[in-house]
């Protein structure tokens, strides 16, 4: 076992986080107050090399490994969670498209936008007003006519939606089949694709998520993603992947909260003393440090297993809930170490908290990664032979 990051890795994270130090974090509070994209930070990620990390060669990409990603999502998390979230979001939308396309619908559909001098952008259209957690409760049709597919429906909260030049659009092509019936297409902005209501929300301001409506969106048969059928079983691998990278943003966030607290606790005197020599800050450094390093062990092991090709589902969701509730809470407690300037915008705290909250929601909230961990937990727990003979409920123990 090396805990030591390759030297390509090495100078990846290095090279993002010099990235976030210069182009995102002096400037996140200022962005913030235009409450829009950060256009500008997101086109310098991409002429730095910093997304569409996990295309493929072949299309075109770098060809990157989830663990180099999630190096990525960190240093620019550390800078800041929307930001981060703007850049990152072509690897969910694009994701679907490496796990289930072929070569040849990966060069037409993601090659174009991954290789010109502008960044373009991706969306990943799952959620609608009446499925979010439950996806396969998606309303949004596809139907077949002749050798095209006509799709409506209406998605809300997609990321870089008024951005994006392509859809990754969860359609139902049998609604009766329920999550079955899911099949998921590549969507250009064409004729028919409208955006909706722009969502004002709490923090990660300089992200952007609207409504995308499609009315009677055509599309040809080949913008199918793997055959009728297979949306669900996508999402759900997509989603194993990328919540890593979720993770690994909160890491981010959960570092730059004990840093700015642990630099604040230095230089603040109160009673004649800095404040961090008192028990009841240094604990709470202490903490903040734990969680941060727990965050990131768990991060990139639920990265290794899926570059390895292992099924890392419980292990991502272990990463996601865990990294998100720590960030959390180290935004809760830099805000407090920070006392009034904590509350103050002028100040990081505030904004990481405003942040942070997002985390523990979007890509599966923070209770359906518990329902995917228990599941799994219990599942592996059948016939687990712990050595210990009893009797529970009159039954031997493994319960059968
Ligand atoms: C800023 C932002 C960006 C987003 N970006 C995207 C995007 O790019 N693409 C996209 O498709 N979606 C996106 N989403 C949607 C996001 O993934 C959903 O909001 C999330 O999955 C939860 O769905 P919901 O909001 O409908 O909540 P609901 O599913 O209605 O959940 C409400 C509450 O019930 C709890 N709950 C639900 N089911 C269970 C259960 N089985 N057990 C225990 N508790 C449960 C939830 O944890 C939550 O606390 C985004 C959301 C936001 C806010």
């Given at each position: 076992m090396n805990f030591s990051l390759s030297e390509k890795d090495e100078k990846l994270f290095e090279r993002a986080k010099e990235f976030a130090k210069e182009h995102i974090t002096p400037k996140a509070i200022e962005l913030e107050k235009r409450n829009d994209f950060p256009k500008e930070v997101v086109q310098k990620a991409y002429e730095a090399g910093l997304m569409n990390l996990h295309i493929p060669k072949e299309a075109g990409g770098p060809g990157l490994s989830l663990f180099s990603e999630t190096l990525v999502s960190e240093a620019t998390g550390y800078g800041c969670a929307g930001i981060a979230t703007s850049i990152m979001c072509n690897n969910l939308a694009f994701a679907p498209l490496v796990i289930g396309a072929t070569i040849e619908q990966l060069k037409e559909y993601v090659e174009p936008l991954i290789t010109g001098k502008d960044a373009k952008f991706g969306a990943f259209c799952l959620t609608e007003r009446k499925a979010g957690s439950d996806a396969a409760g998606v309303a949004t049709r596809a139907v077949r006519d002749g050798d095209e597919y006509v799709i409506n429906g209406l998605k809300c909260f997609i990321t870089n939606g008024p951005q994006a030049s392509m859809f990754t659009v969860f359609a139902s092509t049998q609604p009766e089949l329920k999550h079955k019936g899911l099949s998921v297409f590549m969507v250009p902005k064409t004729k028919g694709v409208q955006m909706g209501h722009i969502e004002n929300k709490?923090?990660?301001?300089n992200s952007v998520q609207s409504e995308v409506i499609f009315e009677d969106v055509r599309v040809p048969k080949n913008a199918l993603v793997g055959k009728e059928g297979e949306g669900f079983k996508i999402a759900m691998m997509t989603l194993d992947k990328t919540r890593a990278g979720i993770a690994a943003i909160a890491t981010g966030v959960a570092q730059r909260s004990l840093d700015e607290a642990a630099k604040f606790a230095n230089i603040r005197h109160q009673f004649g003393q800095p404040i961090g020599r008192f028990q009841g800050i240094s604990f709470l450094l202490a903490d903040m440090g734990a969680r941060t390093a727990a965050s990131r062990h768990l991060t990139r092991y639920a990265a290794w297993l899926a570059d390895q090709g292992h099924d890392n589902s419980k292990d991502s969701a272990f990463a996601k809930f865990f990294a998100a509730d720590s960030a959390m809470q180290n935004a809760i407690d830099a805000v407090q170490i920070m006392g009034g300037y904590g509350y103050i915008s002028e100040y990081p705290a505030e904004k990481l908290m405003r942040d942070a909250k997002l985390l523990q929601i979007y890509e599966g909230t923070n209770q359906v990664q518990r329902v995917v961990a228990s599941g799994r937990i219990l599942k592996e727990s059948v016939n687990l032979d712990t050595g210990f003979k009893v009797k529970y409920d009159g039954q031997d123990a493994p319960i059968p």
């Open positions: 709490l923090g990660q301001l």
